[in-house]
Structures are given as C-alpha cells and as structure tokens.
C-alpha cells in the first residue's frame, strides 16, 4: 500500500516507518523537521534497505502538503506531526491548537485533493482526563486537564465527522499511553530537542552525565510511591500497531478508536529503578512540584485492539530501558552524533 506519513522523521514517526517498510508498504515522509531528523531517515533506509521518499513541509502548508499528496497518491495517511508536550501546551496553548487541530484540518483537505479516504492519527490518552474508573477503556468519558489533550480530542472529533460526511472513509484513532524505549539495533531512537519533556529521554540523560539529576514531579499522589503511574509502552509495540490499524482500515469504515499501551502500571519510581538497574548505578533524584495538566494514574485496557486488531504489546519495562539506553550510549549527542 501506498502510505503518506506526516511527522514521519520523528520519534514514534520513524519507528512506524521502518516497520512499513519492512511490511513492504511505499512511503512518503512530509515533515518540518521541528523534532524531527532527516538522520533518522537514512538510518531507516540502511536498517530496512529499502527507500522512502520524503518532502520538508510543514503540516499547516496545505498548498505544499497537498501537492505532495497529489504527487504520491496515497492510499493510507498516518499522522504523526504535531506539538506533544503538556506543560508547554498549557503555557502556549495558540501552537497548539494551530498546529494539532488546524494541522489536521490542513492535512483533511491535503487528502481530499489525492483522493485518499484512510487515516490512522497519532492520537493520546490524555484525551481521558482525570479517571472514573480504571483500566480506562475507549468508553470512558473524555476529560482532558491539559490544552494538549484538548488538542487532541478536537482533532479526534474533526476525523471522526469527517468520517461520517466521507463515503468509503476509514479513521483509525489510537488513544497512545506513554511510548519509551528505542529500536533494539540502537540506531533510532528519541531525539528531544532541548530539554525533554518526558521521563525516559530525561532520565537516559542524567545516566549519561549530560543533567546532574532528575525532578521527580510530585511524589504526593494517591499511589503506592506517591509517584504518578503511567502505562509505559515500547515503541517498536506502538510502531507496530500503527501497521495492524492500517490492515484494519482497509476492512472498515467510519471512525474507530483504540487504546495503545500494555495493560501494566509502573510509577515513576519503579521506572527510575529499572533503568538504573540496566545502567548499573543508582541515578540521582529530586523531588519538586507537580506539573500542571498531570494526573495521578493512567492504565488501559488494551483487549479492544486485540480483538479488532490482532495486536498486544510484547515488550516489558526492562526492554523499554535496555534499548533506551542502548540508544543513548551509541549516540550521546542524538543524532548530531556521527555515524
């Protein structure tokens, strides 16, 4: 199949592609670059030897997106490309919402010019909010705390309506928890630039001695630790269920939803434990306050994507943190390090 990846340069972007490639999909990357890198390109191209192409445009250049899509003519759009941070969206809430919802709205009409009713969006369970109940399932109400996963849940309410006013439309929304970890080879991996935003990348940081120490946010939660529990999911796991979403999209139609993630909780300081554990030191830690926009405890239930989509994560936390840490000691400096 012919698949258009926006944000495909990216962190979950890059591992998707490699993952299409070897599946044998043709592929077309459109990305700015803005957190992406056209080193992980290449590295995919020789890890896979196969090729891509790829075009630089940002997401909201619907003029240049949309000669892009009438150029390949893809049958499928996975769409990465957007802001991800949730502190930063609270305190920049207008790039947010230009880019996660008029980005999609800008890409919608990319695809209405190449004629392409399938897409599969990167989307975030965030959307969920504070919890009624947990393991969250699709059903549970969408409560977002932060502008970011208000971002995403207008994006998702746009596909989703555009699927019911498109004949033949096919929208795969799959609800992310929170992706770690690197590809085994240690050749791709997360590149956050500047200061991460996330655990992982942060943490791998410390351990290689470019930060003096971890801020654990918040260590009063309702938790066993008082740390927040995350479900932690390895991104070759959610880099494969971007590809089952696809073979799904081409039995159904209209909007579906899925929770990505692995079932499991692990809270902030059983993750800092296991990756010293894989490093071979303990890391230092402090504790400061909570970020705005974070809650206590997130955990899904994944067995819809199971049953719909023939998929379930293999990876566990120890995975996770070997590959990371993989990636970081191959590559101290991201991808600015030399190959």
């Not at 977002?144 to 309506?161: C, F, I, N, W």
């Amino acid at each position: 199949m012919r698949v258009l990846v926006t944000g495909g340069a990216g962190y979950v972007g890059s591992h998707t592609l490699l993952e299409l490639l070897r599946e044998g999909h043709e592929v077309c990357v459109v990305d700015n670059y803005s957190n992406g890198s056209v080193v992980a390109l290449d590295r995919v191209r020789q890890l896979t030897n196969r090729q891509c192409e790829s075009v630089e445009a940002d997401i909201r250049d619907t003029d240049r997106l949309s000669a892009a899509a009438r150029s390949f003519r893809p049958e499928a759009v996975v769409h990465f490309a957007g802001l991800k941070a949730v502190g930063e969206s609270v305190a920049q809430p207008v790039d947010y919402y230009d880019v996660n919802v008029a980005g999609t709205l800008s890409l919608l009409r990319a695809m209405k010019a190449a004629d392409c009713r399938r897409i599969i969006f990167s989307s975030s369970a965030t959307v969920y909010g504070e919890p009624d109940y947990l393991p969250y399932d699709e059903a549970h109400p969408l409560r977002p705390t932060s502008v970011y996963g208000q971002t995403k849940r207008m994006a998702e309410q746009v596909l989703t309506d555009w699927a019911a006013a498109t004949a033949g439309a096919a929208v795969m929304l799959l609800r992310y928890f929170n992706p770690v970890g690197a590809h085994p080879t240690g050749r791709i991996g997360e590149d956050p630039q500047g200061v991460p935003n996330n655990l992982m990348p942060y943490l791998a940081q410390v351990a290689a001695g470019r930060r003096d120490h971890l801020v654990i946010h918040g260590d009063d939660y309702d938790t066993p630790d008082g740390t927040g529990i995350r479900d932690y999911i390895h991104v070759v796991d959610l880099a494969r269920a971007h590809v089952a979403a696809i073979r799904r999209a081409t039995l159904a139609t209209g909007a579906e939803v899925y929770n990505i993630g692995t079932g499991r909780g692990t809270s902030v300081r059983e993750m800092v434990t296991a990756f010293s554990q894989v490093v071979g030191r303990e890391l230092p830690v402090i504790v400061g306050p909570r970020r705005a926009g974070d809650i206590a405890e997130m955990q899904a239930d994944c067995r819809l994507a199971e049953r719909m989509l023939g998929w379930r994560a293999e990876f566990g936390v120890v995975d996770m943190a070997r590959s990371l840490w993989d990636w970081q000691t191959a590559n101290p400096a991201g991808y600015a390090t030399a190959d």
